[in-house]
């Protein structure tokens, strides 16, 4: 049966992007990202070598942007600080007051049209001198981020609505040192665990300054989480669904959001000598300093199985050594960017954070569809007919909606993205915005789903067949 699904009373409606995938490089001067030396350094791991220096080229754009944000119902929006820009001396030294200046123009533009910004620190784009300092690996590169932080605290604090520490942190451990999609691509478990470790100390460090500055808004932390589902109640596959909860997603939700680390993961690190350095003065720290807000990056599940083949104790220590990937058959797939998808993942997961972690106030921060040679579904006026994307955020938010009636405490759903952005290694290959974008003039055109967007917005909420729910 067809009803009206209505979300709470000022419920956030918005979208979310980054610095280095929207913002282009722009005339303020700014440092080298990790991102720009890699692509000189390596330009064929990236798709058509396209790379960051002009992507939506929103720093030229963006009073037509808010605009367009406002055209498709945004309420609020996540964007995020470019360190490099702020500190275009490598990413320390002097604050840049051609980015301060940009970026209080870019806030106030916000909050002028009634659109409430999120703002996040730290979105992959590591200034490249800090990376040659040892990037997350070094106390120094964490010391350096605080001082960023306390500066974007100081001279902007007065413009944001809520503050985030990071975007993913995960996403960097993976993709430099295990599966080689981010700089440099290393594999080196137990780097990586100390550059997790750093992460999340610069995190509680940074929401330490933010809470002696006692601004009028809230800091967390967007997290990257999926819930693991075992192939089977076997025990065996019970066991890899739980390593690979612990590794992939209790190892920052836990001290990031509890101050506390899992004890099975401390168990695994300690038996397999992965265990970062630290003090003991660290851990206080981390656990007096934790979010007040939680981002919730939704994409797919993780579906694992025990493995069937012993390893290699040769080879390097992964955590590939305690599970495989289990591709369940009848899956649906977005076959683009070869993520299932199962909207079901997201209600598990608001359920998870009401249960586990004290109802913490939390938000749907990313969930999106991106799609290749979308030129395909342009009608004759240019416009992108993406039935498969309107689809997709009502068939997540209806599950969206029955957590909150269950009692969670989720206060908005921001999708993965506004405008088509630059997507990393896969630059752009997939597109995932509300509003495409023209590379060759940069022409802005919204999509049918920007429109769908904009009436969700106006009566929060949409007509849905609630028997879709399971
Ligand atoms: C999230 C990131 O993981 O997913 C974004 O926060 C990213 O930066 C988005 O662009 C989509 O993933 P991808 O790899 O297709 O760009």
Redesign the pocket.
């Known amino acids: 049966m067809e009803e009206m699904i209505t979300f709470p009373k000022d419920f956030w409606w918005g979208s ?3 610095a280095e ?1 929207a913002e282009g490089r722009g005339n303020t001067g700014k440092a080298e990202t990790v991102w720009e030396h890699w692509f000189k350094e390596e330009p064929n791991r990236f798709y058509n070598r396209i790379d960051s220096s002009v992507t939506t080229d929103h720093i030229n754009h963006y009073k037509e942007d808010i605009q367009l944000m406002k055209e498709t119902g945004h309420n609020s929006f996540r964007l995020s600080i470019s360190w490099a820009r702020m500190f275009p001396d490598g990413g320390t030294g002097k604050v840049n007051p051609k980015a301060v200046e940009f970026y209080r123009n870019l806030l106030t533009e916000m909050n002028k049209n009634g659109i409430k910004p999120f703002v996040n620190l730290y ?2 784009d590591m200034p490249f001198a800090l990376q040659e300092k040892g990037g997350w690996e070094s106390r120094e590169v964490v010391d350096a981020y605080v001082n960023y932080a306390t500066t974007c605290f100081k001279e902007l604090g007065d413009l944001v609505y809520h503050w985030f520490t990071f ?2 942190p995960l ?1 960097p451990i993976l993709g430099s040192y295990l599966e080689g ?1 981010h700089y440099p691509a290393l594999v080196d478990f137990k780097r990586g665990a100390q550059a997790a470790f750093y992460t999340i100390l610069a995190h509680a460090l940074a929401i330490q300054s933010f809470k002696e500055l006692q601004l009028n808004s809230k800091i967390g932390v ?1 997290l ?1 989480l999926s819930p693991t589902y075992p192939r089977s109640q076997q025990p065996a596959d019970i066991k890899a669904a739980e390593i690979v909860d612990a590794l992939y997603t209790r190892s920052f939700l836990d001290p990031m959001v509890k101050g506390t680390f899992p004890e099975k993961l401390v168990e695994i690190l300690k038996e397999y000598d992965q265990m970062p350095i630290y003090e003991a003065a660290d851990l206080t720290v981390i656990e007096q300093n934790t979010a007040q807000i939680l981002g919730l ?1 939704y ?1 797919e599940p993780r579906r694992v199985k025990a493995r069937l083949t012993a390893i290699n104790p040769e080879g390097p220590f992964l955590p590939e050594w305690f599970y495989e990937n289990y591709d369940m058959p009848g899956k649906r797939m977005n076959i683009y ?1 070869g993520w299932e998808i199962y909207e079901k993942g997201i209600y598990d997961l608001c359920i998870d954070i009401r249960d586990n972690y004290g109802n913490i106030e939390a938000f749907i921060s ?1 969930n ?1 569809m ?1 799609v290749a040679d979308e030129e395909r579904f342009m009608n004759d006026k240019g416009q992108v007919i993406d039935d498969y994307r309107i689809d997709y955020i009502k068939d997540h938010l209806a599950y969206v909606h029955k957590a909150i009636s269950e009692g969670c405490n989720i206060k908005g759903y921001h999708l ?2 506004f405008i088509d ?6 630059a752009y ?2 597109r ?1 915005g509300l509003v495409s974008l023209n590379l060759e003039n940069q022409k802005r055109t919204i999509k049918k789903s920007g429109e769908f967007y904009k009436e969700m917005s106006r009566n929060n909420g949409f007509v849905y067949d609630t028997h879709r729910l399971v």
């Open positions: 979310a992007w980054s995938q979105h992959f975007n993913e996403g999609f967007i990257n990056n994409y960017r990313e999106g991106g993965w993205t952005c630059w997507s990393w290694i896969n290959k997939n995932y």
